[in-house]
Each structure stands twice: as structure tokens, then as C-alpha cells.
């Protein structure tokens, strides 16, 4: 329950690297290398995604740390998906940067999210393929006009990872979740153990200093009945 918690902070660190590297790759590519790219339409994604770390920040007392993590990774896809269809669609290659958020929702968040991250990902990368703007220097391998049946491969071999890290990265941090969540328990018997083993000793020693007095008693009344 604290993962996102703790993670909380780094992957709004993580994110403003991300956006940073995603703007100079951009940049570099337009201006230094001659890449035809939309860049004022790249603006908006770019802007959209930065601004989710300082308004989510202010609702963070109103949503779990769980869903303001879910909600910024959603938001992320979302904007990823928006860079992407402006920058070549599935021929672009940094389509790979979806498993980043579905790699982070499967260590850090529940598996329904996820399902839904993972699920928005494969949406997301299938997309791109009826609406994208053609760049085309990423498309230089094809001897003719479309895209070519590698490009779908890419697309089930995108699907077929995301499926593999979904369940796989899933299964073993909801294992690692539940066996901290035993730990914790069996401190926590173990507390509450020794605890009551120091009010038994506790009270068999009260028992005792209460029980020499009383013998004494006792001896003194059966004297005096004599």
C-alpha cells in the first residue's frame, strides 16, 4: 500500500525527464537534422503532459496516491499516442516508449490499472496506423506506397509484450505485495505476543507480591480463632 507513495515523487521527476528528452529529441531532429515535423502541434502534447504533475499535485488530499499515479500514467499514454500520431504513427520507433508506463503501473500500481494501462497502450499503438502524419525518413525501408506487413508485426510484437510484461511483471509485484503484507503481519503478531507474554509475567508477579501478605494474614486469623 505505500509503493505509490514512495514512488510518487520519482515518477514526477521521471516524467519531467521524460518530456525534456521527448522535446530535444524533437527540436534536434527538426532543426538540426532537417526532419519535417509539425513542431507547433508538438507543443500542445508536450504541454498537456507537463502540466500533470503540478495540477494533480493540488488533488492528491482528494484522490489516493494509487489514482493520482494511475491518472498521470493514463495521461501519459494519452499524450505519447498524440506525439506519436504527429511524428510518423507505428513507423516511428519510439512507439516502445508505451512499455514505460506499463512496465511503471505493473510494479507500482494494482493490476487493474494495469489491465487498463496496458489494454490503452495496444489501443493506442493501433491508432496510429489510420491517423498519423507521414514523416518520411522513418518510412525509407518500404518499396512502396503504405506500410508493409513489418509494420504490423511490429504492432502484434508490441501486443504480445505488453501482454508478457502485463502479466508477468503483475504477477510477481502483487506476489512481492502480498508476502511484505505477511511480514507485516507477523511482526505484528509477534508484538502483540510479546506484549501479552510481559502482562502474564507481569501479573504472575503482582500475584505473587499480593499473595505473601494474605498468607500472612490468613496464618495470623487461624492464631487468633485459637
Known sequence: EAAPSLALPWVAKLRYGLLAGESALILAAHYIFGVELPVPWLI???V?????NPLLKRFTGAFSDRHVLGILLTLDTLCLTALLSLTGGPANPFTLLYLVQITLSAVILSK???WAIGGLSVAGF??????HVRVAVFESHHTSEGFSVHLAGMWIAFAAASLVITMF????SEALRRREQEALSLRDQAARDERLASIVTLSAGAAHELGSPLGTIAVV??????
Open 44 to 46: 500542445l502534447p508536450v
Open 48 to 52: 498537456v503532459a507537463a502540466l500533470g
Open 112 to 114: 487493474e490499472w494495469t
Open 126 to 131: 493501433a491508432f496510429l496506423f489510420p491517423v
Open 169 to 172: 511483471i503483475g504477477k510477481v
Open 221 to 226: 486469623s487461624k492464631d487468633l480463632e485459637l
